[in-house]
């Protein structure tokens, strides 16, 4: 007697964004339109899941919260603002293309609302790919499915790019793969100090092997959040000692 199996095969279409599991931190801010009209209140950032923050905004108007504090909030999409700020965070409308993620959303669109993380001679801004538009899961469960959503996400969260620009010229480049060095030096200061390591980057050695390079690049993957912390605290610098440059 054949063994009775069950199947599950499971096709998700995330072909628009699903929300209600994010979750949910107003902050004070206010979103510059196209027009140039400002309109202040609350703006919900969506910290679990970030790219959310780089394709809407949902906003309660402050005069709205005054004649009602449950008023609900107005929703903002990428193609309508040209920047908000939500807290100390500032978010600009970027052109970017994913070429590593190509998605159906991001053809019809590939601009973002990304954050800003230094501004001057050097704009640089974090950006993170979405999530898979369709997911086809074949011969397993339910909790199988919600692991693994969870690996894609927390996958897709480590994942994020430092995209910089120098001098408002060219296309945004990721930061993590770029030879920095190239940016610094036209200022001697800043280049020394990055080669050192003294912002906490991995020092630059002249002379690298093969197994040499690859023990760094393995290092640069595993402490990704402290090299982008000290990427952009070299970009600051940088923009701090160029500001009459500018």
């Keep these: 007697m054949k063994k009775h199996v069950n199947y599950w095969i499971v096709l998700l279409l995330l072909l628009t964004f699903s929300v209600s599991k994010a979750q949910e931190n107003y902050q004070p801010g206010y979103a510059i339109l196209n027009d140039g009209t400002r309109v202040s209140g609350s703006i919900l950032i969506y910290d679990d899941a970030p790219w959310f923050n780089q394709r809407f905004i949902f906003l309660k108007d402050s005069v709205a919260i005054i004649g009602n504090p449950d008023v609900k909030p107005k929703k903002y999409k990428v193609d309508d603002m040209k920047f908000y700020q939500a807290g100390s965070r500032a978010f600009e409308k970027i052109h970017?293309?994913?070429?590593?993620?190509?998605?159906?959303?991001?053809?019809?669109?590939?601009?973002?609302?990304?954050?800003?993380?230094?501004?001057?001679?050097?704009?640089?801004?974090?950006?993170?790919s979405y999530p898979e538009e369709v997911e086809v899961y074949m011969m397993t469960t339910p909790a199988d499915i919600a692991e693994k959503r969870r690996l894609k996400?927390?996958?897709?969260?480590?994942?994020?790019?430092?995209?910089?620009?120098?001098?408002?010229?060219?296309?945004?480049?990721?930061?993590?793969?770029?030879?920095?060095?190239k940016y610094f030096e036209d200022t001697p200061e800043v280049?020394?100090?990055?080669?050192?390591?003294?912002?906490?980057?991995?020092?630059?050695?002249?002379?690298?092997?093969?197994?040499?390079?690859?023990?760094?690049?393995?290092?640069?993957?595993?402490?990704?959040?402290k090299e982008a912390e000290a990427i952009i605290v070299a970009f600051n610098d940088y923009n701090e000692k160029?500001?009459?440059?500018?």
Excluded at 102 to 124: P, T, V, W, Y
Excluded at 160 to 174: E, M, Q, R, S, W
Excluded at 194 to 199: D, R, W
Excluded at 242 to 246: E, F, G
């Design 191 to 225: 280049l020394q100090k990055y080669k050192n390591g003294t912002y906490g980057n991995e020092p630059i050695m002249v002379k690298k092997g093969l197994a040499a390079r690859m023990v760094a690049m393995a290092m640069k993957t595993a402490f990704k959040p």
């Design 242 to 246: 160029n500001i009459s440059k500018k």
């Design 96 to 128: 970017f293309v994913d070429a590593e993620n190509l998605q159906l959303k991001s053809l019809g669109s590939n601009d973002h609302m990304m954050e800003r993380l230094s501004a001057g001679r050097i704009n640089s801004y974090r950006f993170y």
């Design 153 to 181: 996400t927390n996958e897709l969260i480590r994942g994020f790019k430092i995209l910089a620009i120098k001098d408002n010229t060219g296309k945004p480049k990721n930061a993590f793969d770029a030879d920095l060095q």
